[in-house]
């Protein structure tokens, strides 16, 4: 399926004479059957819908839920644990049998210098917390991640991810696949809004919820549309009832009708303006947006109030602990969002006011992650579990992920800890190779795949550019990566990325 709407190389969105002429013969009907096959994934009425269909991935999943947590996720204490780390502990890298990590090409091939610089060489940090294997995989999981752990038969295990930016604004780079510098690309949430479109026309298709990162992480661009215009950009929401929109309708039912005619005036009022700019991206943002906040007035306080949600399920995502209240109403929020048709939920963690990298960004004490993973660990697996019992994760395609991971080795670069260099326990920036998950939405449960070496330093099996992870989720929802662009604006190799084809079912 070719996603491209217009072909005019030269001029951006206008249509092709055979198109116009098309949609003229097809009159008033067609345009209507137009609009209902594009978001069925057919453009065109006149298109051949036998080659839409054999060009287009088989659809495993219907929505996402995009789990990011932002500070850096050390894999070493998670889903990658590595036992030479104890092996090797207080020595330096140069001094073990492994030295030649640091001489590998990829050390300077993969780093884009944009503000400081990784110190490879300091003495080794011994694992901060045990590991055991879980499951009938076998597959090893930190002891910070009991409660994902139970759920590892469902998970496939991707430990061989690398990215370029050694800074924070590599939080801008997982959710679009370009560093800062590079300008901005639309978010992955976006491409899958621009691709399919809506299941629910009172809910948006795309949902953040969090706190999202930093400007200094790339900020509101990690979830925006840049350049495919910003009726595609994910919509913010509060899982406070009494908060869940900004702008929420008066309890009087005169205000609400006055508010209806208020809409109509705006649309004739725009519809105007549209006759004379018939291609402004803002004006038909603005458009759609009225639409869709008058209706999510009604329907968004209903998906965020929890009352109708049993206690055992209220327990099941920790609600009834206050360390995992507040990511669990997030996590249980989302399960309701898919129910009710939205595409993709975008959920971050580790956001906070006086904190611009990132909760997880544990330079000084790796001990930090203790408390991280208590906030996060049941409710995520309270979720997988809710999917899964409600026969929601079949369609429904959860991915846990992080910027980068953490060093094998004891970070002396940034302030924080102790003192003591050599009482130092955190663990700086890794772009080298990491670990992100995922499950459901035809993902094959039990996997772990790609591997790091024995220091966890380098992907050294399988590896992946985060890019890979985008185009995964996109073959999994019926879309080709490749198709996804639009004139003028010609996306690298490196964007598009390559499922991961050995993790799929």
Not at 79 to 85: E, G, Y
Request: proline share 6%; charged share 25%; hydrophobic share 35%.
């Amino acid at each position: 399926m070719t996603i491209s709407r217009w072909n005019s190389p030269s001029i951006p969105y206008l249509p092709a004479r055979r198109h116009f002429l098309s949609d003229v013969g097809l009159g008033f009907t067609g345009l209507v059957l137009g609009a209902l096959l594009y978001k069925d994934g057919v453009l065109r009425a006149g298109a051949n819908l036998e080659t839409a269909r054999t060009r287009r991935p088989e659809a495993k999943a219907r929505s996402v839920i995009w789990l990011f947590m932002m500070g850096g996720v050390s894999h070493l204490e998670s889903f990658d644990p590595k036992p030479a780390l104890n092996k090797y502990a207080g020595k330096k890298i140069s001094q073990t049998p492994f030295e030649g990590v640091l001489k590998l090409p990829d050390v300077n091939m993969n780093f884009r210098r944009f503000d400081a610089k990784p110190q490879l060489d300091t003495r080794i940090l011994p694992l901060q917390i045990g590991y055991r294997k879980r499951g009938k995989s076998g597959i090893e999981v930190s002891d910070w991640w009991p409660h994902v752990g139970d759920c590892i038969d469902d998970l496939a295990v991707v430990r061989s991810l690398w990215t370029t930016d050694f800074n924070h604004s590599a939080q801008l780079q997982f959710n679009t696949g370009r560093i800062l510098l590079d300008g901005r690309e639309p978010s992955l949430g976006s491409w899958v809004h621009y691709g399919l479109g809506t299941l629910n026309e009172n809910l948006p298709s795309f949902v953040v919820l969090g706190r999202p990162p930093s400007d200094f992480g790339g900020g509101v661009a990690s979830h925006t549309a840049s350049y495919l215009g910003p009726e595609h950009d994910g919509i913010p929401l509060d899982v406070d009832p009494a908060r869940a929109l900004p702008f929420l309708p008066r309890k009087s039912g005169g205000y609400r009708a006055a508010q209806q005619k208020e809409l109509a005036l705006l649309q004739r009022l725009h519809k105007l303006s549209a006759v004379e700019y018939p291609n402004d991206p803002n004006l038909r943002a603005r458009i759609k947006s009225y639409e869709l906040a008058f209706r999510m007035q009604t329907s968004m306080p209903e998906v965020v109030n929890l009352e109708s949600e049993t206690r055992e399920t209220k327990s099941l995502y920790g609600l009834d602990r206050p360390e995992t209240c507040p990511f669990g109403k997030q996590c249980l929020v989302a399960r309701r969002l898919v129910e009710r048709g939205v595409r993709f939920i975008q959920v971050y963690h580790g956001g906070a006011a006086d904190n611009d990298n990132g909760r997880w960004d544990s330079h000084g004490d790796m001990g930090e992650h203790a408390g991280l993973c208590k906030e996060v660990d049941q409710p995520i697996a309270g979720l997988l579990k809710d999917l899964k019992r409600r026969g929601l994760l079949e369609s429904t395609l959860v991915v846990w992920a992080t910027e980068f991971g953490r060093a094998p080795n004891v970070d002396l670069r940034t302030p924080g800890g102790s003192k003591d260099p050599n009482a130092r326990k955190g663990r700086d920036h890794h772009i080298y190779g990491f670990s992100a998950w995922l499950a459901g939405g035809g993902v094959k449960g039990g996997v772990a795949h790609g591997r790091t070496d024995e220091l966890g330093f380098h992907a050294v099996e399988d590896r992946h550019y985060v890019t890979d992870i985008h185009a995964t989720v996109l073959h999994q929802l019926g879309l080709d990566a490749r198709q996804l662009e639009i004139p003028g604006r010609r996306r690298l190799e490196i964007d598009i990325g390559k499922p991961i084809y050995e993790i799929l079912t």
